[in-house]
C-alpha cells in the first residue's frame, strides 16, 4: 500500500514543537489508523494510508472536533496574574477535558504539577479552545505562526470587546524570554498584547498525554528523543521518552522553568542537545 507523506517544519530544539509534532501523531493516528511518524531532518514526517490526507485536512478536523469537559475557572478569571501564591500552595488541577469525534481523546496529564505550566488562576479549558480556534490550517508552516491570541466570539454578546488570551507558555520562544527582568518591564502589568503561537499552544496540549518526556534528577527538568525510525504511535511514545533502546535520533534536555517571581508560572524554557555521555 503506498502511503502519503504529511510534513511539517520543526525547531528540535523548541520542546513545545517537539511536542506539538507529537500531539499532531496523536491524532493523524486516530484519524488515519496504521499510521507512522519519525523525525527527518528539520522535518516531521507522518506516513498515513489515506491519500488524501494532508495537514490542512488534519488540522480542520482537530479545529472542529467539540471539546467537552467544564472550565475549571471562571472566564473573568486572568490568564497570566501574578498573584501571591507559591508554588506549594497551587493546587489548580484543571479538571480533564474530552476531544471528542473522531478522536475521543481524554485529556488530563496536567496532574504532573512539575510539566505543567499553567497556574491555578489559568483557566485552561477556555485557553486551550482559543488557541484552537485560532490555528490557521491553511499554514505551511503553522508552528511559525505567532500572533495575539483572542478568545472566540461569544454569539450572545455581539458587541463584547474581542478579549486577549495568554498561552500555556508550552513555546520556548515565549518562555525563554518572559521573565519582567529580561524584558525590562513587567507586559502583564500594562497589559501589553503579545504575540504566541496557537499551534504549538493547543497541539502541545494533546502531545503531552501520551507523549511524556522522562524525569531527569534536576527538579521540572526532562528529557526528550526525536526518534528517526518510523514508528507506530504506541512505540513512538516509548522512544520520545527515552525508554525505547536502540532507536536513533538526537537526544534533548529542556526545564519547566520559573517565568515569575513568584513562582507560580512556569514556561518551558529551550531544550540542549545531548551527547549520549551527557543523559541521565
Request: hydrophobic share 40%.
Amino acid at each position: 500500500m503506498k502511503l502519503t507523506d504529511v510534513r511539517i517544519p520543526v525547531d528540535l530544539a523548541n520542546p513545545g514543537q517537539f511536542f506539538s509534532c507529537c500531539g499532531l501523531f496523536e491524532l493523524a493516528a486516530r484519524l488515519w489508523p496504521g499510521s507512522v511518524g519519525f523525525f527527518g531532518g528539520d522535518c516531521f514526517v507522518m506516513q498515513v494510508s489515506r491519500q488524501e490526507a494532508g495537514l490542512q485536512t488534519l488540522l480542520r478536523v482537530f479545529k472542529d472536533a467539540p471539546l467537552l469537559g467544564d472550565s475549571d475557572a471562571s472566564e473573568e478569571d486572568g490568564d497570566d496574574a501574578g498573584g501571591g501564591e507559591g508554588e506549594e500552595e497551587d493546587s489548580g488541577l484543571a479538571t480533564p477535558m474530552m476531544l471528542g469525534e473522531p478522536f475521543d481523546l481524554r485529556l488530563d496529564w496536567w496532574a504532573d504539577k512539575a510539566l505543567k505550566p499553567w497556574a491555578g488562576t489559568m483557566n485552561a479549558k477556555v485557553i486551550f479552545e482559543s488557541m484552537r480556534a485560532a490555528v490557521d490550517p491553511v499554514q505551511v508552516d503553522p508552528f511559525g505562526d505567532l500572533r495575539v491570541v483572542y478568545a472566540p466570539p461569544d454569539p450572545t454578546k455581539p458587541k463584547a470587546k474581542a478579549k486577549k488570551r495568554e498561552p500555556f507558555y508550552f513555546d520556548a520562544r515565549r518562555g525563554g524570554s518572559a521573565k519582567s527582568i529580561d524584558l525590562g518591564f513587567a507586559p502583564d502589568a500594562i497589559q501589553m498584547p503579545s504575540a504566541a503561537c496557537p499551534a504549538v499552544e493547543a497541539l502541545t496540549l494533546v502531545g503531552l498525554q501520551r507523549f511524556r518526556p522522562m524525569p531527569t534528577d534536576r527538579p521540572r527538568t526532562f528529557e526528550y528523543r526525536a526518534w528517526a525510525t518510523p514508528l507506530p504511535l504506541t512505540v513512538a511514545a516509548l522512544a520520545a521518552c527515552c525508554r525505547l533502546h536502540g532507536v536513533v535520533g538526537p537526544r534533548f534536555r529542556f526545564e519547566n522553568g520559573f517565568r515569575t517571581d513568584q513562582r507560580k508560572h512556569k514556561g518551558f524554557l529551550p531544550a540542549v542537545r545531548l551527547n549520549e555521555g551527557d543523559a541521565q
